[in-house]
């Protein structure tokens, strides 16, 4: 399993359309993607899920990449992260 | 009769009150035997379902921009979550009810979640969720979307309005919104506010007052219903006078900001943040003259990384596409304190440990900052200013930490665009000597509000030297010609980024001592563009 840390700084942190952004992105890996919190997890495939963290700018949150490809798919979403949240 | 609201966007609307009636949609429970039919009477509406958003996204595309038709895409991305319909579809397997009911509840679990969240903006999606499961169950029940029953144009008074509703609407048929429920984050006070026409939230309407005549004050946030012929008036007149208004304004955007006999000026925007951005676009700038960077600083219990920094430039002079960007550099202290700065008391802060000298004395934060900018400047048109400059030899050694940090980056393999780099006038020690300082930077900025407080050493936060103050003392205008005079000689082009820029009484002055570029907030743009274009500098 890969994983990184990043905290956001898009000024109104993951809403709707951000959200819809990555869940695309992350839906686009063959390993899973695991988005985490304050402790609570969700899968980054699933928009409803991820908007329910409520990701604010300057939270930081946790990336897990498990399975297929995990490595590519975490240096490319961290590089997404930087470019887009 | 009159109606208190919220308004979520101001103008002046008067016409028909029309209660917008919603389908009514009756779930009932029911139970099916062959559930794993009903699984495929739920996928096969929420195609159709999916279809009908893609075609409302590109309805919204067309008639109000990207940014609101978004919605819709997301609204499509939800009814594919797994979450969701796994919750669909367990619940017609295990409990063996319509596919109606289960979504019925579905929806209302999802927007439960979202309506708990500490969060304004994810509260109102709970709307979203409750939307998308409707739009579902119409499918199934065979309903139709409802239109406006109307020939003329009304303003559309409902419970609450969903974005698939709102945008369905005949825009030409709209003359404002006002709803009992809602927020001001909702997407039919987003929709309002990019049609561009008054609308309340709040009201707490009773039906009959359908088909009365009415009349929306989105400045006060109140409906009138039935109003007298003086409120009707009154509001005719007030209605007139923002058309004439908006509309001469709106003339003047796109149009260059040129005197009559042909003298052309460059207009910039102030800006203090991000958030910014948008209202210099709307008000036609064609740059950033000052981008205040002290935001990052002031928002933040710590020192922002280089990364946070360089995310906030690089959006800004991506979303300006290519027109310039003058960021200044950190300017604490005085009257801007930061607590982890650490900065000790002062007993005349003005004249005392702040902005540039700050930098100086502390590199590592400066080199911190101006990595951040140099690497945005890859994406744009990126220029630096630097506050509070009294000496040659502080520019000299800014210069030095510049070439440091473009060596770091060369070292790491990052890239930069061409930067060009001024420096801040509004210390009359920089007025004097600014044929020197002309020699050695791109250009000046005349920061009129503490060139003004330190030449005519008026506090200007202590209200009883009112009475000695004057905005346009000689002293101040002198010492903007002689910056204008040796700026020019030095080869240093020089804007103004005070106050005194968007001082329509001044433009001609300054056009007349030759300033280059006024950078003015950005409500006050096409104001000044259209005193420029009332100047006649032959006369």
Same mark, same amino acid.
């Given at each position: 399993?890969?994983e990184?840390?990043?905290?956001?700084?898009?000024?109104?942190?993951?809403?709707?359309?951000?959200?819809?952004?990555?869940?695309?992105?992350?839906?686009?890996?063959?390993?899973?993607?695991?988005?985490?919190?304050?402790?609570?997890?969700?899968?980054?495939?699933?928009?409803?899920?991820?908007?329910?963290l409520?990701?604010?700018c300057?939270?930081?949150?946790?990336?897990?990449?498990?399975?297929e490809?995990?490595?590519?798919?975490?240096a490319?979403?961290?590089?997404?992260?930087?470019?887009?949240? | 009769?009159?109606?208190?609201?919220?308004?979520?966007?101001?103008?002046?609307?008067?016409?028909?009150?029309?209660?917008?009636?919603?389908?009514d949609?009756?779930?009932?429970?029911?139970?099916?035997?062959?559930?794993?039919?009903?699984?495929?009477?739920?996928?096969?509406?929420?195609?159709?379902a999916?279809?009908?958003?893609?075609?409302?996204?590109?309805?919204?595309?067309?008639?109000?921009g990207?940014?609101?038709?978004?919605?819709?895409?997301?609204?499509?991305?939800?009814?594919?979550d797994l979450?969701?319909?796994?919750?669909?579809?367990?619940?017609?397997?295990?409990?063996?009810?319509?596919a109606e009911?289960?979504?019925?509840?579905?929806g209302?679990?999802?927007?439960?979640?979202?309506?708990?969240?500490?969060?304004?903006?994810?509260?109102?999606?709970?709307?979203?969720?409750?939307?998308?499961?409707?739009?579902v169950?119409?499918?199934?029940?065979?309903?139709?979307?409802?239109?406006?029953?109307?020939?003329?144009?009304v303003?559309?008074?409902?419970e609450?309005?969903?974005?698939?509703?709102?945008?369905?609407?005949d825009?030409?048929?709209?003359?404002?919104?006002?709803?009992?429920?809602?927020?001001?984050?909702?997407?039919?006070?987003?929709?309002?506010?990019t049609?561009?026409?008054p609308?309340?939230?709040?009201?707490?309407?009773s039906?009959?007052?359908?088909?009365?005549?009415?009349?929306?004050?989105?400045?006060?946030?109140?409906l009138?219903?039935?109003?007298?012929?003086?409120?009707?008036?009154?509001?005719?007149k007030?209605?007139?006078?923002?058309?004439?208004?908006?509309?001469?304004?709106?003339?003047?955007?796109?149009?260059?900001?040129?005197?009559?006999?042909g003298?052309?000026?460059?207009?910039?925007?102030?800006?203090?943040?991000?958030?910014?951005?948008?209202s210099?676009?709307?008000?036609?700038?064609?740059?950033?003259?000052?981008?205040?960077?002290?935001?990052?600083?002031?928002?933040?219990?710590?020192?922002?990384?280089e990364?946070?920094?360089?995310?906030?430039?690089r959006?800004?002079?991506?979303t300006?596409?290519?027109?310039?960007?003058?960021?200044?550099?950190?300017?604490?202290g005085?009257? *801007?304190q /930061? =607590?982890? %700065?650490?900065?000790?008391?002062? $007993?005349?802060?003005?004249?005392?440990?702040?902005?540039? +000298?700050?930098?100086?004395?502390q590199?590592?934060?400066?080199?911190?900052?101006?990595?951040?900018?140099?690497?945005?400047?890859?994406?744009?048109?990126?220029?630096?200013?630097?506050?509070?400059?009294?000496?040659?030899?502080?520019?000299?050694?800014?210069q030095?930490?510049?070439?440091?940090?473009?060596?770091?980056?060369?070292d790491?393999?990052?890239?930069?665009?061409?930067?060009?780099?001024?420096?801040?006038?509004?210390?009359?020690a920089?007025?004097?000597?600014?044929?020197?300082?002309? *020699?050695? /930077? =791109?250009? %000046?900025?005349?920061?009129?509000? $503490?060139?003004?407080?330190?030449?005519?050493?008026?506090d +200007?936060?202590?209200?009883?030297?009112?009475?000695?103050?004057?905005?346009?003392?000689?002293?101040?205008l002198?010492?903007?010609?002689?910056?204008?005079?040796?700026?020019?000689?030095?080869?240093?082009?020089?804007?103004?980024?005070?106050?005194?820029?968007?001082?329509?009484?001044?433009?001609?002055?300054?056009?007349?001592?030759?300033?280059?570029?006024?950078?003015?907030?950005?409500?006050?743009?096409?104001?000044?563009?259209?005193?420029?274009?009332?100047?006649?500098?032959?006369?």
């Amino acid at each position: 399993m890969r994983e990184f840390t990043y905290t956001n700084t898009d000024p109104e942190g993951i809403h709707a359309r951000p959200a819809g952004i990555l869940v695309k992105r992350a839906a686009s890996y063959a390993c899973a993607v695991k988005i985490a919190k304050d402790g609570r997890e969700v899968d980054a495939k699933r928009i409803m899920g991820v908007m329910s963290l409520g990701v604010k700018c300057g939270m930081e949150i946790t990336v897990k990449c498990d399975g297929e490809g995990e490595d590519t798919a975490a240096a490319e979403l961290e590089a997404f992260f930087k470019e887009n949240l | 009769m009159k109606m208190d609201g919220k308004s979520v966007f101001g103008g002046v609307a008067m016409g028909r009150l029309s209660i917008y009636k919603k389908n009514d949609q009756v779930v009932k429970r029911t139970r099916v035997s062959d559930t794993e039919a009903e699984v495929r009477r739920y996928e096969n509406a929420s195609e159709k379902a999916k279809e009908q958003l893609a075609a409302l996204y590109d309805k919204a595309l067309k008639e109000v921009g990207e940014s609101s038709a978004a919605i819709f895409e997301v609204h499509q991305m939800m009814l594919d979550d797994l979450d969701y319909q796994e919750s669909v579809t367990n619940m017609i397997r295990t409990q063996g009810i319509n596919a109606e009911y289960a979504l019925a509840v579905t929806g209302d679990n999802f927007s439960e979640m979202f309506a708990a969240m500490d969060d304004d903006y994810m509260k109102a999606r709970a709307a979203d969720v409750k939307d998308i499961s409707n739009r579902v169950i119409s499918v199934l029940q065979g309903i139709q979307d409802t239109e406006l029953d109307s020939e003329e144009p009304v303003i559309l008074v409902a419970e609450d309005l969903a974005p698939s509703e709102t945008v369905q609407l005949d825009k030409s048929l709209l003359l404002s919104f006002v709803t009992r429920f809602g927020s001001t984050n909702s997407h039919t006070a987003i929709l309002a506010r990019t049609m561009n026409i008054p609308a309340l939230i709040g009201v707490d309407f009773s039906e009959d007052i359908d088909g009365h005549f009415g009349i929306v004050d989105g400045f006060e946030g109140t409906l009138y219903v039935d109003p007298d012929e003086e409120t009707i008036e009154k509001y005719r007149k007030k209605q007139e006078e923002e058309k004439e208004k908006a509309r001469l304004l709106q003339e003047l955007k796109g149009m260059p900001n040129v005197t009559k006999d042909g003298r052309e000026i460059k207009l910039y925007a102030n800006i203090g943040g991000v958030g910014d951005v948008p209202s210099v676009l709307q008000n036609d700038a064609a740059g950033i003259g000052l981008f205040r960077s002290e935001f990052l600083y002031l928002e933040s219990d710590t020192f922002p990384t280089e990364e946070e920094q360089f995310n906030a430039y690089r959006t800004v002079v991506q979303t300006m596409a290519g027109k310039k960007v003058i960021i200044r550099t950190l300017d604490i202290g005085a009257d *801007k304190q /930061v =607590d982890y %700065f650490n900065l000790a008391h002062e $007993d005349n802060p003005a004249m005392g440990y702040r902005a540039i +000298r700050i930098c100086l004395e502390q590199p590592d934060i400066f080199k911190t900052q101006l990595r951040a900018i140099y690497r945005a400047s890859y994406y744009g048109n990126i220029s630096i200013m630097f506050p509070m400059i009294i000496s040659v030899d502080e520019v000299k050694r800014i210069q030095e930490i510049v070439d440091e940090v473009k060596k770091e980056l060369d070292d790491h393999g990052l890239a930069y665009g061409d930067v060009e780099l001024g420096i801040m006038i509004e210390t009359p020690a920089a007025v004097w000597i600014t044929e020197e300082l002309a *020699k050695e /930077v =791109d250009f %000046f900025s005349i920061g009129t509000n $503490d060139l003004t407080q330190y030449t005519l050493a008026i506090d +200007r936060q202590n209200p009883r030297l009112d009475s000695f103050y004057d905005a346009h003392h000689p002293a101040v205008l002198r010492a903007i010609q002689m910056t204008v005079e040796n700026g020019h000689k030095g080869g240093a082009w020089v804007g103004i980024c005070g106050e005194l820029g968007a001082d329509t009484a001044l433009t001609e002055t300054f056009l007349r001592m030759g300033v280059d570029e006024l950078s003015v907030s950005p409500s006050r743009i096409l104001a000044v563009r259209a005193a420029i274009r009332d100047c006649d500098l032959s006369k």
